[in-house]
């Protein structure tokens, strides 16, 4: 009869040939047995997890249970495991061991521990351990070995009972290597972030649960008037703020919301003045859910209250000027339809300002297809200047007038409107015809080059004066019949410029073409007048002997002004000596001529110690190779190019060097001009901002600003929640997008690449740039980046601070923008206009003054007074009007060449210390 034992390992064999599975029935055939003890069996194997069952209808199939050694699975267990019996004899060690160990199980298996030698953690030290464990139980410590990095390891020896019953140890390894540091990097972001905190331009605070002010970084200080932090620390933030009710609603406004940004309010400071602010704030959470109090950021708006102020002062006044202005004047969207208008506008069109002021202007026009073409060409062309048009009165009778227009910007560069100005000139119409009738009649009687006011002569090469027009009479101060009894070669001309005459008139003679060069003819009483002479050829027939026809122009001013910029050059000179930035200039051989007071001391030598050197022997160029490398930069310019200097005591000095090479009229290289700026402590600079932005790098999501981390490559690898709260974006629309080229408007990513690598170079720290919100809109950021790197020092990433901008960039726009439209109004102002300062010395004048009075503003040192233009019976009652004792004044200017003209003045607008502008009716000449 078959024993228990042995029938359960028959089964066991059944079942391993017949994977498939076998019935009850089948079994107790193969075995010889009864159905019921092979029933008992199976539930034997079936209880000790041998073998499985599963059901048919009323049939039981039974196979095999696939099971796993429990040394295959340690070895599947990532860490590391060695088991010895009693002996400390290894009995069995898994492949993360081994590969510590930097051994094959070869070597380990049935050795004792302490014939085993390996690169990793002591095994020696196993056998005070295995003693330990014997003794007292469960064994840990910590060890640490050295390899190509150190490693840090929990060791466990644990008693175990092996499978053959006997005692055994079992030693369990866990590294924790990369939760150590993980936890050391913790603490030292930690130090980071409350340094960054600290060096924010902002006031960053926090309250507890009752208003007490428990923190703030020590910019608090000097914006409050404290001297220390216990002045401030641990009193109620109400008691700093000016008004108490928006204190309440500030804080209804947190509660109901959970954070608030931009309340506007002002906080009192230590002398009991008030100051406006700005602040963002949120409530703060424990980990549980519960309040702890407040946290957010103070920002002063000092400076754009005192903005806001400014332009509203400016608004006032342009629309005084506006409304004092004889001519009428209309703003016009860029639809065509009318913003603002002023009184004459009213009295031209005969229709009220509340009905003008959103109607279409080329309506008032008489030719309206006439006024959309000169609006596309205000458009195409930016102004138009003195266009005749027709204005169509409300009762229907016809106005001419002049019509000029500018043309105005957002600053976008889209068209935001045109500001258009009209002249009546009914008067100046009449004029115009009977000045035309007066022209015919001139041209009956006399010749096109006698009415010329450029002196002309036509003459021949043996020296005879043909014909001499009026104004070269007037220039020459002879009479045409006395210049044609003179020869030209001699009588009026020098003999230095007799030889320079006769190469001209034999190039003429073998090209046939003008020919346009100066000299000096000399006057009547003796004098040279310089002149510029444009020369034709004329030849009537081929039997007449040619003749030229020569077209003067007096280049007296043009030469006086070479003197005057010969002078600026002097004055460019004294700048550039009193200027902060190293200057040197080099001749065309590369040996200085000249050095500023700043490069003398950047060398530390005197100037005459550096006059006359070579340039390559005192500027050693790290970078660029051989010295005529650097020559070669030295003669076609270049910029912020990396030196070094050595001053006189040897000391190495880091410099940027900017070259600009300096050539003549003929373009040829004549030396160069460099600049040079200390860097040393910008790169000291640069190196605090690599290391403090390799730090700050895992904290950017407690950071009140927009804080962005990129990786290498451009890609948005993390951001804070002030970016989201900003933008409207989501993390999944942002995280993993590359910012330049999905998030910055389209027209305004510029070069990605070149963006990228001057933010590995360092060349790009701070700057302003347009970011897209989820609706649309372009947020003006000002960013502040800092270059993450590896332990290699190898560029890893970057991580950039925003601060949103747009409203102090829209703000600088419309100042900007208010002033150039003042001057925009005086420049297209039709009647003579001039600006007067405090002195009453004349700034700036409009083209109509020039052309009424032939007068421009002097170049300094030079100063022209109102006063001294006008005649002196006048000048009492010019005083008065100055003075605003009067409202105008008519009285007699003298022009620049004596001639008297009849003006009436009229004061324009004026504000604080802006230039005083006077409008001129001129009434007779």
């Not at 539930?43 to 429990?70: C, H, N, Q, V, W």
């Not at 990129?710 to 900003?726: K, M, P, Q, V, W």
């Not at 990605?752 to 700057?767: A, I, P």
Request: charged fraction near 25%; glycine fraction near 6%.
């Amino acid at each position: 009869m078959i024993q228990n034992n042995q029938r359960l390992d028959l089964i066991r064999e059944l079942l391993s040939a017949h994977p498939q599975g076998l019935s009850v029935t089948e079994i107790a055939a193969a075995l010889g047995v009864n159905k019921n003890s092979t029933g008992r069996s199976l539930d034997t194997l079936y209880a000790a997890g041998e073998i499985r069952m599963r059901r048919f209808g009323m049939a039981k199939l039974y196979t095999s249970a696939a099971r796993m050694p429990l040394s295959a699975m340690m070895s599947l267990l990532s860490n590391p495991i060695l088991i010895a019996d009693a002996d400390q004899t290894i009995t069995f060690i898994n492949d993360p061991f081994l590969s510590l160990l930097n051994l094959t199980r070869e070597q380990v298996i049935n050795r004792h521990i302490t014939t085993v030698r390996g690169v990793a953690p002591d095994i020696e030290g196993l056998e005070a351990a295995f003693d330990a464990a014997t003794e007292q139980g469960e064994v840990k410590e910590m060890i640490r070995f050295s390899g190509e990095e150190e490693r840090i390891f929990l060791r466990r020896c644990v008693p175990v009972t092996l499978e053959t019953d006997a005692a055994g140890t079992a030693v369990i390894m866990k590294e924790l290597t990369a939760q150590i540091r993980a936890e050391q990097a913790l603490h030292e972001q930690e130090n980071q972030f409350t340094e960054v905190i600290e060096n924010l331009q902002d006031i960053y605070y926090q309250t507890d649960q009752d208003e007490i002010l428990t923190y703030a970084n020590r910019q608090i200080l000097p914006f409050l008037g404290y001297d220390s932090m216990d002045q401030v620390l641990g009193h109620t933030a109400s008691s700093f703020w000016a008004e108490p009710e928006k204190r309440k609603k500030f804080l209804n406004l947190v509660r109901k919301r959970g954070a608030i940004n931009d309340f506007e309010t002002s906080l009192l400071r230590a002398d009991g003045s008030q100051v406006p602010i700005s602040t963002s704030s949120h409530l703060r959470f424990a980990r549980n859910g519960e309040v702890l109090g407040l946290g957010g950021t103070i920002r002063d708006i000092s400076w754009r209250k005192k903005n806001e102020e400014k332009i509203q002062v400016l608004s006032a006044h342009n629309r005084a000027m506006i409304e004092a202005n004889l001519d009428p004047i209309v703003s016009v969207d860029r639809d065509g339809l009318i913003t603002d208008v002023n009184e004459a506008t009213v009295a031209i069109t005969g229709y009220p300002r509340e009905q003008l002021i959103g109607s279409r202007f080329n309506q008032y026009f008489a030719d309206q297809i006439q006024a959309e073409q000169l609006f596309g060409e205000v458009v195409h062309s930016g102004q138009i200047r003195n266009r005749l048009a027709s204005m169509l009165h409300a009762d229907g009778h016809r106005t001419p007038a002049l019509c000029n227009a500018a043309l105005c910007r957002n600053e976008d560069g889209t068209i935001s409107g045109i500001f258009v100005s009209l002249r009546d000139i009914t008067d100046q119409e009449k004029m115009d015809r009977d000045l035309t009738r007066n022209e015919r009649m001139l041209q009956m009687t006399e010749a096109v080059f006698t009415l010329s006011e450029q002196p002309i002569v036509i003459g021949f090469p043996d020296g005879g004066v043909a014909y001499a027009n009026p104004a070269l009479c007037r220039m020459l101060g002879f009479t045409e019949k006395e210049l044609k009894a003179l020869d030209w070669r001699t009588d009026l001309t020098s003999q230095e410029w007799q030889e320079t005459d006769s190469s001209v008139l034999e190039k003429q003679a073998l090209t046939g073409e003008p020919q346009k060069y100066r000299k000096e003819l000399l006057h009547k009483d003796g004098y040279p007048v310089p002149v510029e002479i444009v020369m034709h050829l004329i030849r009537v027939t081929r039997d007449q002997n040619p003749c030229f026809c020569c077209y003067l122009t007096d280049i007296s001013r043009d030469l006086q002004a070479a003197k005057q910029r010969a002078a600026g050059e002097l004055r460019f000179q004294h700048f550039l000596n009193a200027a902060p930035i190293g200057v040197l200039t080099a001749d065309s051989g590369g040996r200085i001529v000249t050095v500023n007071r700043r490069m003398a001391r950047l060398f530390g030598h005197s100037s005459n110690d550096l006059e006359g050197r070579l340039t390559i022997e005192v500027l050693e160029q790290a970078d660029l190779g051989e010295k005529h490398r650097f020559r070669e930069i030295l003669i076609n310019g270049a910029e912020n190019i990396p030196v070094d200097i050595r001053q006189k005591d040897g000391r190495p000095v880091e410099m940027l060097l900017t070259v600009a090479p300096v050539t003549d009229q003929q373009n040829q290289y004549q030396g160069m001009v460099g600049f040079l700026i200390d860097q040393t402590k910008t790169k000291k600079q640069e190196r605090i901002l690599i290391e403090a932005g390799r730090r700050i790098s895992a904290m950017i999501d407690q950071v009140p600003l927009i804080a962005l981390k990129f990786d290498r490559t451009g890609e948005l690898i993390s951001c804070n929640d002030a970016l989201i709260a900003t933008t409207g974006w989501t993390r999944n629309q942002v995280l993993g997008r590359d910012w330049h080229r999905h998030l910055v408007p389209p027209g305004e990513t510029g070069d990605r690449d070149l963006t990228m690598q001057d933010l590995v170079k360092g060349d790009q720290k701070d700057w302003t740039g347009p970011v897209l919100t989820a609706d649309g809109r372009k947020l003006q950021i000002r960013w502040t980046c800092l270059m993450l790197l590896d332990d290699q020092q190898q560029f890893e990433g970057t991580i950039c601070l925003g601060e949103e901008v747009t409203e102090q960039r829209q703000l600088a726009v419309l100042l900007s923008r208010t002033e150039e439209e003042y001057q925009d109004l005086i420049e297209i102002n039709p009647y003579p206009t001039v600006l007067i300062d405090a002195d009453w010395t004349i700034t700036r004048v409009n083209r109509e003054f020039t052309t009424a009075l032939h007068y421009t503003v002097p170049e300094r040192p030079k100063k022209l007074t109102f006063l001294s233009i006008v005649s002196p019976e006048n000048r009492p009652a010019v005083t008065m009007l100055l003075n605003e004792e009067v409202s105008h004044a008519t009285c007699t200017l003298v022009q620049e060449d004596g001639r008297p003209i009849i003006a009436t003045i009229r004061p324009g607008p004026c504000r604080g210390d802006r230039p005083r502008m006077l409008v001129l009716m001129i009434d007779q000449v």
